[in-house]
């Protein structure tokens, strides 16, 4: 008798949390367009989640299926189902498929760019995913490929509250990189866990380039562009969002913190949770980014202007 369990656990429902970055896309929505603020919204976003969900769950499984050979030389990754020959591998091809045709069909039960938006989603993880394309084994690519469903989950956001013109830009590359950086993070804390070049090599294919320098490095540059881009948007949009920047430093700061514990928990974004210190920083920062969208202090924009205004 075939085992469910197995089955569930390729979908990583408890990766789902991840999925907490469609919200934002509410919010920005909402700051853009308060009209569209009523009851009615409600049940296209949940709605829009779900589907996210799903399709998110059709990527990990092909990553689950895409990487079994190479999960048995992780530490802990060589436990799960399908490395440790739980899973037949017919049924979780179908399991991607299905999970794929049902995430997308809700996605355009919403909108067509919803719908695009979600496919858009799903092809990401192919790209990452399958051969001979395979980005995950490409230096850079792989943060930068994987980091971009942070944009596509706030575009699904947006999406789902029925709009149909795309956000500002600004905010989704700022979002992008914000994406990266965390990545570039988890990329670090795995390398420095496995603790052997060879080894991480066996395990992922970039890490045949990467080194802790390099790591860093790229960490630094993520961040410092998240925060030019993110400047584009607070100078054009909302100046009240500089009060909110010394908390959201102070997390990704902390986030970086945790990437050099042994064991780090960085290595697992799932878990993340479990990180109380971690979790409030990042709900403080979230909230009063969030109350500043809809607040205004005029004295606190006055005083962000330049005294003089310069001759024309």
């Not at 059709?58 to 440790?84: C, F, G, M, T, W």
């Not at 600004?170 to 866990?193: P, V």
């Not at 630094?220 to 100078?235: G, K």
Request: net charge positive.
């Amino acid at each position: 008798m075939m085992r469910l369990a197995p089955y569930i656990q390729i979908a990583r429902l408890d990766h789902w949390i991840k999925n907490v970055f469609v919200i934002p896309g509410v919010v920005l929505a909402l700051f853009f367009y308060p009209d569209r603020m009523d009851a009615g919204m409600v049940w296209p976003i949940l709605l829009g989640l779900f589907a996210t969900c799903l399709i998110a769950s059709s990527n990990y499984v092909i990553n689950e299926i895409l990487d079994a050979e190479r999960d048995r030389h992780h530490p802990v990754k060589k436990h799960r189902p399908i490395p440790s020959g739980k899973v037949h591998y017919g049924i979780a091809y179908a399991e991607w498929i299905i999970l794929a045709v049902i995430g997308i069909g809700l996605s355009f039960t919403i909108s067509m760019p919803m719908g695009i938006t979600g496919s858009l989603l799903w092809i990401m993880g192919t790209l990452y995913n399958i051969p001979p394309v395979r980005l995950k084994d490409v230096p850079y690519a792989d943060v930068l490929s994987e980091s971009v469903n942070n944009p596509l989950r706030m575009a699904l956001g947006w999406y789902a509250v029925g709009l149909t013109v795309p956000p500002t830009a600004s905010i989704l590359l700022a979002y992008w990189m914000f994406g990266a950086f965390l990545m570039a993070t988890k990329r670090f804390a795995e390398y420095r866990s496995i603790n052997d070049p060879e080894r991480a090599a066996r395990y992922r294919s970039s890490f045949r380039w990467y080194n802790e320098e390099r790591l860093l490095v790229s960490i630094l540059f993520y961040a410092s562009l998240f925060a030019m881009f993110a400047a584009v948007f607070i100078t054009r949009y909302k100046i009240e969002e500089v009060l909110a920047t010394p908390l959201v430093a102070y997390a990704m700061a902390y986030y970086l913190h945790l990437g050099f514990k042994e064991k780090s928990p960085a290595q697992y974004p799932e878990r993340l949770w479990r990180e109380k210190k971690l979790m409030l920083l990042c709900l403080g920062a979230f909230l009063l980014c969030g109350a500043l969208l809809f607040v205004k202090f005029p004295a606190f924009e006055q005083f962000l202007v330049p005294w003089h205004t310069p001759p024309s």
